[in-house]
């Protein structure tokens, strides 16, 4: 029982140390041709966060296909 209680709690610990928060999906491609997504800092310390803008978000971009982007040819 004590074992258990001890992987629940390293479990948790582990979670509660998490940093960033999950890449969100990308977006419709946006009239640069892009799709972004982003992740959100969830630590109180932005120094855990490498790469975090002024609001603790990190951004990231991917060029979207001919076809995504301007539609069937």
């Keep these: 029982m004590k074992r258990i209680i001890f992987l629940f709690f ?10 960033w928060s999950s890449w969100t999906k990308f977006g419709p491609c946006n009239d640069r041709c892009h799709q972004i997504r982003q992740r959100f800092c969830m630590a109180r310390d932005r120094a855990r966060c490498p790469g975090a803008g002024l609001y603790g978000i990190q951004r990231e971009a991917k060029t979207c296909s001919l076809q995504e982007c301007y539609g069937k040819c």
């Design 10 to 19: 390293q479990s948790w610990k582990a979670e509660s140390l998490k940093a």
